[in-house]
């Protein structure tokens, strides 16, 4: 079993920023990928970025790719997602997952999911 908190929504005015965290706990988290996910009232969760956390690749989606940065502090067990130049539309509740898929990118590829944090984005 993998745990999953993430924290660091908020409020935030457009061209702001925010980092989003996600701790880890329970198995051992080597061979996972972690994934940061969205989504917004009405509409389906859509895939944002993924991390390899014993490699550190990385794959974004095009839709957010320049303005999203995911990282990860394997001391900590976190995985990270920055936020800048937040727009209107980028408010939604952010997810992180784990998956065993390598850079999976579909909902289904992951097992485990946390709670949500949200953003919100003013104008």
């Known amino acids: 079993q993998v745990q999953l908190v993430e924290s660091g929504g908020g409020l935030v005015q457009a061209g702001g920023s925010l980092r989003l965290s996600c701790a880890a706990s329970g198995r051992a988290f080597s061979r996972l990928n972690m994934g940061w996910f969205r989504q917004a009232p009405g509409k389906e969760r859509e895939f944002l970025a993924v991390?390899?956390?014993?490699?550190?690749?990385?794959l974004y989606s095009v839709s957010v790719k320049d303005r999203f940065t995911i990282s990860r502090d394997n001391a900590k067990n976190a995985v990270y997602l920055q936020l800048n130049s937040l727009k209107p539309e980028d408010a939604a509740v952010y997810y992180c997952?784990?998956?065993?898929?390598?850079?999976?990118?579909?909902?289904?590829?992951?097992?485990?999911w946390g709670q949500g944090t949200q953003v919100t984005v003013s104008s």
């Open positions: 991390i390899n956390w014993s490699r550190g690749n990385t």
């Open positions: 997952g784990a998956s065993a898929v390598w850079l999976g990118t579909r909902i289904f590829e992951y097992d485990f």
